[in-house]
DNA sequence: CCGCGGCATTGAAAGCTTTCAGCCACGCGA
DNA sequence: TCGCGTGGCTGAAAGCTTTCAATGCCGCGG
């Protein structure tokens, strides 16, 4: 039965209805300091009677200075994506901003979509983890303003700021702490080579073996699971247990991955760690929790999040020039009890 | 070195190295039809070199509607929400809409602010999980004329729709299906019941029981976790298992407690389902993946995202008049081995 | 009594787009 | 030849805010 109300009241009915000018209530709202004390709480009252709510687009219209940041991720399920989210929004909204998240569900026309929508919106920034390492088009955002920060993907050009984990570590320290447990014949479940993320894990498992003065050709087998599904990951391992010598140690690309493997060895009557040992990668929550709980390696993901919105508010408020900064986190093996 | 360039061009610069009105340029971008064939192609010329990119907030103040949605949910870490993102974020790529994604971590306050800025921001409508039942804050949004979906809360007020799924179902799915194998002593691991949603379950499982026969007081015990940790469950259960005649089934609130019960059971020598059975709420990914696979009640998390969005989109279109529509997704029983 | 500084307030301009009434020129029918 | 319709284009207004030069007023010092 209540009529709705079809338009908001603005600026200007507020200052009719307390019989002063416009200017007076945007001061209300921006610098209380310069209004008498009788006017702005007179002021104050009629808004509260009228409902007024501030329209934040005419304002950044007028500011040239929007409060959203959006980011553009991979995969919003994904637990790794999940955290950084959090980091992310957590350091906007210190800053009074709101995250604009889209996901790209590793589509590159989705992905270009995304961004052009963002820019049109006149976002303050971009957080982006890019589908594929072409930067131009990011670059092209760049130079007309936006500020574009790269995550979990360290910045091939100049101009570009990034964030990112190094993953040629993990890789490294997964692969050396099953070397240093004695394992010679390790198995790596990796995912497709042509990500960088993966490229450079088995390139730190690679250094981890030359390190240990053993020859990876002949300690470490790399097998490349097309998804990172668990499903691909069963038939591979069925094929290489019944190997002559088949591998102590399993490294896997993800939690996910190593949890599909433990199922299955158990479900052989082998038994982990005693038989052959499962180290995973992303320490996700129930990784903790599982009977013979995960060692893995953890990313820390919400930390990554939190320095990349903080780099690009700094850059979105010049207090930094764009570009040149290239943070590095470091990974964190987390022993537990699968190897 | 290359100057960055401060301001963007809009199609007022487009309009004058085209040679054309602005009016013209305006019609290129919106009614390409109305625009000679040879002008418009000058124009898009232009803009191409000139790197135009649209105002999407003048567009918008202009319009007076806009291409952003709001959703303000408990947790952005809890997979339920996430999946329930995926879902929403689908439905508004349909309608060339981004999802500004806002996690309230349960406090009323930030809850509070986060819906402020939207409304200010001025988005399309709102989807919310509120943190409390208090709706009247969201009628006063609504009543200004931003729509508002409640998701995973049945709506407490006929004006505000909303898109929920049957929690008293759920929970008498699960009771039902230990009843039906068999048990007479079920505990019930609980959430908060000032939840709604945990109050639902527990409703749902008593009336399982008496459907059976049963007097629920004799054969469910119910005890409430503060908080969704797994921790509290250890104690709790060690408690329980002491007693003279421990359940033989529990249910639990969410699948993460059902894995820390599982690890617990195993180091105590219960097996499970043999000795004890276990279920689980949400079916996250991992939980097919176990070493006993656990049996849980599914929620259809991404259609009542997308459900949620639709109904928010009508609304906003006036296809639909406000409110007035309660949708309740069925959950479904997931049985594997646990149960 | 005059002049001036400072406080409180004012109202127009600007920010960028979309919309729309209006204008011009051209061609066709009468 | 005139009148009219129409396709194509124009430019001002509107949408809501913030900013800022300008105004008015008061009191104080000279």
Do not use: K, W
């Not at 009529?3 to 009915?13: D, F, K, L, Q, S």
């Not at 570009?160 to 070397?179: F, N, P, T």
């Not at 002559?244 to 991955?257: E, G, Q, Y």
């Not at 939190?306 to 022993?335: F, M, N």
């Amino acid at each position: 039965m209540p009529a709705p109300v079809r338009r908001r009241n603005g600026i200007r009915e507020v200052a009719a209805a307390a019989g002063v000018a416009v200017g007076t209530v945007s001061n209300v709202l921006n610098s209380p300091g310069l209004v008498a004390d009788e006017t702005r709480e007179r002021v104050e009252r009629v808004m509260q009677e009228l409902g007024f709510v501030r329209n934040g687009l005419a304002r950044q219209l007028r500011e040239g200075r929007a409060s959203t940041v959006g980011a553009v991720i991979l995969d919003i399920a994904n637990p790794f994506f999940t955290e950084a989210a959090r980091g992310i929004e957590d350091r906007l909204a210190e800053a009074e901003c709101m995250l604009i998240l889209c996901s790209s569900d590793q589509r590159p026309e989705r992905e270009t979509r995304y961004l052009q929508m963002l820019e049109e919106h006149g976002v303050r920034g971009m957080l982006v983890t890019p589908v594929q390492v072409d930067v131009e088009p990011l670059l092209a955002i760049q130079r007309r303003g936006v500020p574009v920060v790269l995550m979990d993907c360290p910045s091939p050009a100049e101009e570009i700021c990034s964030v990112s984990i190094d993953d040629e570590l993990g890789g490294e320290l997964a692969a050396s702490h099953l070397v240093g447990r004695g394992h010679r014949r390790i198995l790596f479940l990796n995912g497709p080579l042509r990500t960088p993320q993966c490229a450079a894990r088995s390139r730190g498992a690679q250094r981890a073996l030359r390190r240990a003065g053993l020859e990876p050709s002949q300690h470490l087998f790399e097998v490349v699971l097309p998804r990172a599904g668990t499903d691909q990951a069963e038939s591979t391992l069925d094929q290489v247990l019944t190997l002559p010598a088949p591998p102590t140690a399993i490294m896997c690309v993800s939690d996910l991955v190593a949890l599909g493997v433990m199922r299955l060895l158990r479900r052989r009557g082998i038994r982990v760690p005693d038989d052959i040992a499962v180290v995973g990668y992303d320490d996700v929550p129930f990784a903790a929790e599982l009977a013979t709980s995960l060692t893995t390696v953890r990313q820390p993901m919400y930390d990554l999040g939190r320095a990349a919105a903080g780099l690009l508010l700094a850059e979105s408020d010049h207090r930094t020039p764009p570009g040149g900064r290239r943070q590095v986190y470091r990974p964190e093996l987390i022993v537990r009890e699968s190897a």
